[in-house]
């Protein structure tokens, strides 16, 4: 599954771009020259980006080709990105601790396949500053589907917590260009929590902002401080969100139970 997620992250936006290049050009009555082009998740197979070799079955093994290859294309010796191991290997690692958390059941599906989703959303918000409604859109409609028996909260939770997760950056979009007339996020990200209000419920979408905003808070004052860039360079938060997200799903009650517990909240 962490190969099939580098392969969404690297063509979902390629694919996006041709659509977009494909209208634009029929808007305007143009030739598109992506028209006669075939891309999808599935065409043309895997291949090297540098000799465009075809990548063998027995090459494309996750996380054991690489090494057996030493990071290097078979046919002409480049270098292979380092990142398609991680995403392989964390994706695993993540899966497990899923595993080892819920039974076997519908509730390990369905947080497996929420794994998977942010996993993705959060390569390609990390590559392009994008959070693509191909995926976002179906996440939201799935955990509203798995809340219909109550999996992981009611299905009157999950309802509230799309819309309370929607308009609650909805508003600080707003207000924000309001007072700066800078556009501070994207739609993206409304509909990205969104979705996690509607898997984790309405309950969860404060400690979800709190976490979120903490750890890009931090990531952004490292990145300031490290490679010395200046505010005004945008940072996807998309990641960060979909970390809180994540965390929420396995810990989210036992974080909340050890918040009112420190603060004389709860017997």
């Known amino acids: 599954m962490g ?65 057996l290859l030493k990071g290097k294309c078979a046919n002409c010796n480049t270098g292979i990105s380092l990142r398609y191991p991680i995403v392989e290997l964390f994706t695993g690692l993540l899966t497990l601790a899923l595993v080892t958390t819920f039974d076997a059941s519908i509730a390990l599906l369905g947080a497996m396949l ?38 992981y909260v009611s299905l009157t939770d999950a309802v509230l917590g799309a819309m309370l997760g929607y308009l609650s950056l909805w508003s600080v979009y707003w207000l924000f260009k309001l007072v700066t007339g800078k556009e501070g996020m994207g739609y993206g990200d409304f509909k990205l929590l969104a979705a996690l209000g509607a898997w984790l419920g309405w309950q969860a979408i404060p400690m979800i902002i709190l976490l979120s905003s903490l750890v890009g808070a931090i990531c952004g004052i490292a990145l300031m401080v490290i ?14 969100l979909a970390m809180a997200g994540w965390i929420s799903l396995l810990w989210g009650e036992r974080i909340m139970h050890l918040y009112m517990g420190t603060v004389g909240l709860q017997p």
């Open 3 to 67: 190969s099939f997620l580098n392969v969404v992250a690297y063509r979902l936006p390629q694919i996006m771009e041709h659509q977009w290049r494909r209208e634009c050009c029929e808007l305007l009555e143009l030739e598109s020259e992506t028209s006669r082009e075939t891309l999808s998740l599935a065409a043309p197979n895997s291949h090297c980006p540098h000799c465009k070799a075809p990548i063998k079955p027995w090459h494309n093994i996750p996380v054991l080709s690489y090494l």
């Open 114 to 151: 929420f794994t998977w989703a942010l996993i993705a959303l959060t390569l390609i918000d990390l590559d392009h500053k994008l959070l693509p409604d191909d995926i976002t859109l179906p996440l939201l409609w799935l955990g509203i589907l798995f809340n219909l028996g109550s999996t």
């Open 227 to 240: 490679k010395q860039r200046g505010r005004d360079v945008a940072i996807p938060f998309g990641p960060y």
